[in-house]
């Protein structure tokens, strides 16, 4: 069982954001980044069936090298080698061509990651990879079982769940409950210093999009207290100020 795990480099959500180059990128000074937590959720449920099934288990970024301190936590949660594309990803079908670029020269039988980032929260990636090597993909699952090269899966729907089997190999984007994420230890943090992190230059594609400029959403209004009593004041307001009703 070859499996890939592909994780975002994100800012942590308690960071402050600012913008620069007159507001078209983003300002990383200062900010903390993490690996994406649905990344989080697909990695940790990866571990698990490497752990059951045997095999290996690779970790890709499309990322620059500020990313390595977060790949090297993956390594040390329980992936046994990384890749990184060395590239800005600079949007979602950019980043789905670099990443079926490696999948179709490795072949892996299921490739995982989180059903979006928390940056940009495209949410199609997975789709995408799926379409450019012709092979099915499901997100948002919350549930993953395999039995030889069969998969059952549980996936959030509208209004429910969905319980399906797919063959091998399959694209998923994961979120909770799949797996709880994991924490690396002393012995893990040890090993990851060796393990191999392969560099490899981006392939070729065409500029799909380009942000024209970002804006942070606007501040929260004051929040005024009506007494329970007071219906009619509140009624009024909703229909003056909030013009809700």
């Not at 940056?119 to 995408?128: F, I, L, Q, R, T």
């Amino acid at each position: 069982m070859k499996i890939l795990v592909c994780i975002t480099n994100v800012p942590d959500t308690t960071s402050k954001i600012t913008f620069t180059d007159n507001n078209t990128r983003l300002n990383k000074a200062g900010v903390q980044y993490i690996i994406g937590p649905y990344d989080d959720y697909a990695l940790a449920r990866g571990v698990e069936l490497k752990e059951k099934t045997g095999g290996t288990l690779t970790v890709l970024h499309v990322g620059e090298a500020d990313a390595e301190p977060q790949i090297r936590k993956a390594l040390a949660i329980g992936a046994d080698d990384a890749i990184r594309i060395n590239a800005e990803p600079l949007d979602s079908y950019f980043t789905a061509v670099q990443i079926a670029a490696i999948a179709r020269e490795e072949n892996y039988d299921l490739i995982l990651m989180g059903r979006e980032s928390i940056d940009y929260n495209s949410g199609v990636v997975h789709g995408m990879v799926g379409e450019m090597l012709g092979i099915n993909s499901y997100s948002p699952v919350m549930k993953l079982e395999l039995e030889g090269s069969t998969a059952t899966i549980t996936r959030e729907i509208d209004g429910g769940k969905e319980i399906l089997k797919a063959n091998l190999p399959l694209v998923l984007g994961c979120q909770e409950p799949i797996a709880e994420w994991k924490i690396p230890n002393m012995r893990g943090i040890m090993t990851a210093r060796t393990k191999p992190l392969k560099v490899v230059e981006p392939v070729a594609t065409e500029e799909m999009s380009a942000p024209v400029a970002y804006s942070l959403p606007a501040p929260k209004g004051a929040c005024k207290m009506i007494p329970a009593a007071e219906a009619e004041t509140l009624i009024r307001l909703l229909q003056t100020e909030a013009k809700v009703l």
